[in-house]
């Protein structure tokens, strides 16, 4: 594991080509969050409050729930995790893996533009601890993710918990979930592959700029004004 501390100064690469499971995952995602923003908007429109309208939807996503959607996108989300962590292409897909489980343990509750961004980066960052070789620590992905180190670190127990700490993925798991992420796209007329090579490790740690937005959870949020 590498520390962003480790490192007295900044050494200058060219910019990383953008894989395309990036693209790929990119689109599936904000589908998925596009319906899901539809459904709970259909259950709240005739309510007269969001928490009345949420009553039929779980709970357990929530602390990975932010008091307003970023206003960086799922894409320019995922490329600056994979241009700052240095993780590997296969993470991505592996981190989609574990949300698809949280998900289907957890019928009932949805990825939304309020827990999209944290939920991938936590799903990133443990399918890098899982994967690859060398990895940064906690403290260096909560900065690239927008969030407190304190933070990450209770998302990740949060996350490994809601998991049943079920983070082994398979070869033909994976190849399954490559094969329907690349269907996904074939769907909708935009035929691309996933990369199933890994990238080289790690080899100096980037100057990663601040993500401007407010990207506060919900539930510091309350403590903060309780």
């Known amino acids: 594991m590498l520390s962003a501390g480790e490192f007295a100064n900044h050494l200058s690469r060219p910019e990383p080509s953008i894989p395309r499971v990036l693209t790929i995952l990119s689109f599936v995602l904000e589908k998925l969050v596009a319906r899901n923003n539809s459904l709970v908007d259909d259950l709240t429109q005739p309510l007269d409050t969001l928490s009345c309208g949420s009553a039929a939807i779980g709970k357990r996503l929530n602390p990975f729930h932010g008091v307003r959607a970023p206003s960086i996108s799922i894409p320019k989300y995922l ?5 700052y962590t240095d993780c590997s292409p296969s993470c991505f897909v ?14 009932d509750s949805l990825v939304l533009s309020l827990n999209v961004h944290r939920l991938l980066v936590t799903s990133i960052m443990v399918a890098s601890k899982m994967l690859d070789d060398v990895h940064y620590n906690n403290a260096f992905y909560a900065k690239v993710g927008g969030v407190s180190n304190a933070e990450l670190n209770r998302l990740e127990v949060e996350f490994l918990f809601l998991l049943d700490f079920g983070v082994t993925v398979s070869s033909r798991v994976f190849e399954s979930y490559c094969f329907h992420l690349e269907k996904e796209m074939t769907l909708n007329r935009a035929c691309q592959t996933i990369e199933r090579a890994l990238v080289l490790p790690i080899t100096d740690v980037p100057d990663v700029p601040e993500i401007s937005e407010n990207t506060q959870s919900s539930s510091s949020e309350s403590k903060n004004h309780g």
């Open 79 to 83: 490329e600056r995790l994979y241009k």
């Open 94 to 107: 592996v981190g989609y893996v574990y949300i698809d489980r949280l998900v289907h343990k957890h019928p």
